[in-house]
T-cell receptor
């Protein structure tokens, strides 16, 4: 089945620890994205990557890091510098399309920092 | 600054009637607008989109209207069904970057 797989679905971590969320897609999409959802705040863009070995900061990149070593993988690390890491994290991808009109989301990962 | 706004956090509609969800934006450089539907603890799923050069796009029960002069778009669902109960996000696109609104929770009353 083609799609976007995020893991783990639920993750608990102690404050001060770094944690990495996995995102894998087998859709052969060039672009990949990480969003964060907080109650009443919609979806906010953390990082995005349009091509392998290249990525750009989104609107709320502070305290996060990413890598794009392979086309199908775009892991997100939530570092101890992120002040409010507890949230629902969504990975997405989109095809290379000059008329590109949508992106596809994974099922999301819940991160709770205690 | 919030470039895409959904000013109604919630909306309740009787089953069978029309649901109208609204969205306003501030950046005239957006070239595509999209609507997504989201159930709790799941990723959003794409519903319908419209190019900035059009003013209407229809797909089954869903129609999106774009008023560029007012920087306003709306999603019409006719007739509304119980399965339509979800949170709806509008999104605006520029250079492959999507900016989302805060969402409207739609509840369809049987």
């Amino acid at each position: 089945d083609g799609g976007i797989t995020q893991s783990p679905k639920y993750l608990f971590r102690k404050e001060g620890q770094n944690v990495t969320l996995s995102c894998e897609q087998n859709l052969n999409h060039d672009a990949m994205y990480w969003y964060r959802q907080d109650p009443g705040q919609g979806l906010r863009l953390i990082y995005y990557s349009q091509i392998v070995n290249d990525f750009q900061k989104g609107d709320i990149a502070e305290g996060y890091s990413v890598s794009r070593e392979k086309k199908e993988s775009f892991p997100l690390t939530v570092t101890s510098a992120q002040k409010n890491p507890t949230a629902f994290y969504l990975c997405a991808s989109s095809p290379e399309d000059s008329y590109g009109n949508t992106i596809y989301f994974g099922e999301g990962s819940w991160l709770t920092v205690v | 600054d919030q470039q895409v706004k959904q000013n109604s956090p919630s909306l309740s509609v009787q089953e069978g009637r029309i649901s109208i969800l609204n969205c306003d934006y501030t950046n005239s450089m957006f070239d595509y607008f999209l609507w997504y539907k989201k159930y709790p603890a799941e990723g959003p799923t794409f519903l319908i989109s419209i190019s900035s050069i059009k003013d209407k796009n229809e797909d089954g029960r869903f129609t999106v209207f774009l008023n560029k002069s007012a920087k306003h778009l709306s999603l019409h669902i006719v007739p509304s069904q119980p399965g339509d109960s979800a949170v709806y996000f509008c999104a605006a696109k520029r250079r492959k970057k999507l900016t989302f609104g805060t969402g409207t929770r739609l509840t369809i009353i049987p």
